[in-house]
């Protein structure tokens, strides 16, 4: 019935179908693949233009443990390598499928059509990268994210699949803890849609924007995880935020801009001010290659010790290995330092310093089916959680998209195949419209944006790679004082491409991940991973556990869920715990 | 402080709001682009103001937009580069949605009707494959469908014709070049796709972010493959005895 409706306030178009996926990157467009094959009926929404998601963003490569180059790799020890590195805070279930399906869905997506760089003998190359064990990520250049997106954009534009792009979704409705539908607006046309359906996904990305120094695209205000908590769904996780140890950090303008962790893959070296390769003090075994919290503190270390750069970084060398090299392997990143900093790194060192990177926490999923604790709705990718644990590897969320997209379009499909469509009532429609208008119509609306900057500043100062207590405090109690100051924000025009209005939208969903984020860093009375607390430094037993919020009224619910600890002959090799 | 005088169009042409031109004046920072420049009119001086952007890091291609005249991304252009006044235009070739903001949907119509690549069905996976043969396709690859070089085509801007535009050639191309593809896309660009109507005047390689080489090596490779296709039955008996797609 994809007919348009009039109903008495409000204009808006109805839209039916099975599956509505949120989110156009890696695992929503999985997703998509995966239903529609399934002969289910699937939309694809997207709040950037299809084939723009954070996803395009990714460089280094995906983890698989084909043993293309290092031949004694497989699911196991990329398993430990996971469930280790992410100091035994994952869900070992979901590590499992992880690492067991990795393979097929590399080679699913060369015959797609994706083109990986090569080995001598033919296959396709895997390069080495931070706490995996063996050479295993395989890559096209530093390109390996913008290959992903278009083979998965290509094949998904080739099907009947639906495509909603630069569409905002502002609410998802849930009765009785099922899923009822969603809607939103088009940014293009500036009209709302009801979507009407048995499932949706949830496959919006992170929440990386809640920092100022980000790596992450315009996208990544974590708007799903927002709805699917007012939704009913449980979170969980929330404080695990993955600092990445190498951002650019010169000029101000692309401060935070991701440096691949393929240099030091590919032979790249950590120095400080003095010229001394620190990490073989750090970590004498894995130096440069260790996980990323790992070298990401040892960073910040040198920094705060005044062993910095001029613009208070470190510097990473890969000049030694030549232009020619370089080149082949790292052309984004000659582009980024020429272009941006003026720095030719063939022949100059580059200036890095720690920057927000990945969201290990998210939406809880039920590890076989996606599914979180409300009826029909799944969440896959970055917004979803359980897979990283606290801390994640380079190169496994390009598999996790891949992995779990397909997991979460395969069980909402089966989902829709055993359920019905439910009805979204005009009343919850008109009350979803008039929340929206609202920003534009406001007389002397408050401008978003200096608010928004004022919370990213916060999170970036106050819970940013070692946390306090005290710090943490000031952050709550800053997110609660610009809680109450968004009464009147809004913005002139109307809803069509309007930035202001969707930067209303945005940050009543940031402030909401914000609390929840800050919120579990307090409770979290230890360092595990990538959260590091100075006043509990290491880890310890009585918190091997996951923080979950839920909804609870107008309030937040707080409670504790126990890891169950893989099988044993699971993990290989390695040492347990750090 | 040193500042930089912005003059950006403004325009919503549904609602009939015509063309006009904001000035601002935005102070400048060190190594800035021109993105940040309009991000602090954005955030601070106009939130309505319509611009298309994601990453800021010049790996997604959104934010193409005609600087002084020059089809450019904003966020790989350094504002010290353009002197200290700057306008900003949105693409010309496609219709305006409002402000900087350009409907490029039709690219993503032209996208549909490429055939996708489609493995030659003696390959078995996982596919072996030299390095050397993906060389060539890999520079298309690098595509970022920013549509600058579609903006800047005259016969996409001029003529109205149907020519499918440099972008898709370069699509093409990379499929082309696959070394595991069996379609032969040459008569498709030929009738429906209209490479006859590029006079190879070079204009898109010149905006290319990407450096492509997207005439000497998409566009002129593939009249060529037209012309030995569309003009050449001797060629063409040999490749359909030998099942070639060459």
Redesign the interface.
């Known amino acids: 019935m994809p007919t348009g409706l009039m109903s008495n306030k409000s204009d808006f178009t109805r839209v039916t179908t099975d599956i509505l996926i949120i989110g156009a990157g890696g695992a929503g467009l999985r997703a998509a693949i995966e239903a529609n094959e399934m002969g289910i009926k699937t939309t694809i929404v997207s709040k950037?233009?299809?084939?723009?998601a954070?996803t395009?963003?990714a460089e280094g490569g995906i983890a698989a443990s084909?043993g293309n180059v290092d031949k004694e790799d497989n699911w196991k020890v990329h398993f430990t390598d996971t469930y280790e590195e992410g100091v035994q805070l994952g869900n070992w279930r979901m590590v499992e499928f992880l690492a067991k399906e990795a393979a097929d869905r590399v080679?699913e997506l060369?015959?797609?059509?994706a083109?990986f760089?090569?080995t001598?003998?033919?296959?396709?190359?895997q390069r080495a990268f931070g706490a995996h064990t063996y050479r295993r990520l395989c890559h096209?250049?530093d390109?390996t994210g913008?290959?992903l997106i278009?083979?998965l954009q290509?094949?998904v534009?080739?099907t009947d699949v639906r495509i909603y792009d630069?569409f905002v979704i502002s609410k998802i409705f849930a009765t009785g803890g099922k899923v009822t539908g969603a809607m939103g607006f088009s940014m293009?046309e500036g009209k709302f849609y009801v979507f009407n359906c048995k499932a949706v996904i949830i496959a919006s990305g992170g929440v990386g924007r809640l920092f100022k120094v980000t790596s992450n695209?315009?996208?990544s205000t974590g708007d799903g995880l927002a709805m699917a908590f007012r939704a009913g769904a449980a979170i969980m996780d929330m404080e695990m935020v993955q600092f990445h140890p190498t951002g650019m950090i010169?000029?101000?303008?692309?401060r935070g801009?991701?440096v691949t962790e393929g240099v030091r893959g590919d032979g790249g070296i950590l120095l400080n001010n003095k010229g001394e390769r620190f990490m073989l003090k750090y970590s004498p075994e894995k130096k440069e290659l260790d996980a990323r919290d790992v070298v990401a503190r040892c960073n910040y270390k040198e920094i705060m010790e005044g062993r910095g750069t001029e613009h208070g970084g470190v510097y990473l060398d890969i000049s030694h290995k030549g232009a020619k090299f370089i080149m082949e392997k790292l052309?984004?990143m000659y582009?980024?330092y020429k272009?941006?900093?003026g720095v030719d790194i063939t022949k100059e060192k580059m200036e890095v310093a720690p920057t927000t990177h990945y969201h290990m926490g998210g939406i809880r999923v039920d590890p076989i089916t996606n599914m979180t604790n409300v009826d029909g709705l799944f969440a896959s990718g970055e917004a979803a959680c359980g897979v990283h644990g606290a801390n994640r590897l380079g190169g496994n969320s390009l598999i996790d998209l891949l992995v779990f997209g397909r997991r979460s379009g395969r069980s909402a499909a089966q989902f829709c195949s055993e359920n019905s469509i439910h009805d979204v009532s005009d009343t919850e429609i008109e009350e979803e419209i008039a929340r929206v208008t609202k920003f534009v119509e406001r007389k002397d609306p408050v401008?978003?944006?200096?608010i928004m900057?004022r919370l990213r500043e916060t999170m970036s100062a106050r819970v940013g790679i070692i946390r306090n207590e005290k710090d943490l405090q000031v952050a709550l109690d800053t997110i609660t004082e610009i809680k109450q100051k968004i009464g009147n924000i809004g913005?002139?025009?109307?809803i069509?491409?309007?930035?202001?209005l969707i930067?209303c939208l945005e940050l009543e969903n940031m402030i909401q991940n914000a609390e929840l984020l800050v919120k579990g860093a307090i409770e979290r009375k230890e360092s595990r991973g990538a959260h590091t607390r100075s006043d509990f430094p290491g880890t310890r037993d009585e918190w091997h556990k996951n923080i979950v919020f839920t909804k609870a009224g107008d309030g937040i619910e707080m409670s504790y869920s126990p890891v169950e600890d893989p099988p044993e002959d699971f993990i290989v090799n390695v040492k347990k715990g750090r | 402080m040193q500042t930089v005088k912005l003059k950006i169009q403004r325009s919503e042409p549904s609602s009939g709001k015509k063309v006009s031109y904001d000035e601002f004046e935005v102070p400048v920072e060190e190594g800035m682009v021109v993105l940040d420049a309009v991000h602090y009119v954005e955030n601070n001086l106009d939130p309505s103001l319509a611009v298309r952007w994601n990453c800021k890091a010049a790996r997604c291609g959104s934010c193409a937009a005609e600087l002084n005249g020059m089809p450019k991304l904003m966020c790989k252009t350094r504002v010290d580069t353009l002197g200290d006044h700057i306008t900003i235009e949105p693409m010309k070739a496609f219709p305006v949605v409002k402000d900087l903001v350009t409907d490029v949907s039709h690219n993503y119509e032209v996208a549909k009707k490429i055939p996708p690549f489609t493995p030659k069905p003696e390959m078995k996976s996982p596919f072996l494959i030299n390095q050397i043969d993906i060389t060539r396709s890999k520079e298309f690859r690098t595509c970022i469908e920013c549509f600058l070089c579609q903006d800047v085509c005259h016969v996409i801007r001029e003529h109205h014709s149907d020519y499918f535009g440099p972008k898709h050639v370069v699509k093409i191309a990379s499929l082309d070049l696959h070394p595991a593809d069996c379609i032969d896309r040459s008569e498709l660009l030929y009738h429906e796709g209209g490479l006859g109507f590029c006079d190879i005047t070079k204009c898109c390689q010149a905006v290319c972010p990407e450096d492509i080489r997207i005439t000497d090596n998409a566009i002129i490779p593939e009249k060529e493959r037209i012309v030995d296709h569309v003009y050449d039955p001797i060629g063409r008996l040999i490749r359909v005895v030998k099942g070639r797609k060459w």
């Open positions: 950037s233009l299809l084939g723009k954070h395009v963003m084909l080679y060369e015959r797609y059509g083109l760089d090569r001598p003998e033919g296959k396709i190359s096209v250049g390109k913008l290959e278009r083979t290509d094949k534009a080739h630069e293009r695209s315009w996208e010169w000029p101000p303008s692309v801009l991701l052309p984004s582009m980024q272009e941006f900093a401008n978003p944006y200096p900057n913005v002139s025009q109307g069509k491409f309007n930035p202001g930067a």
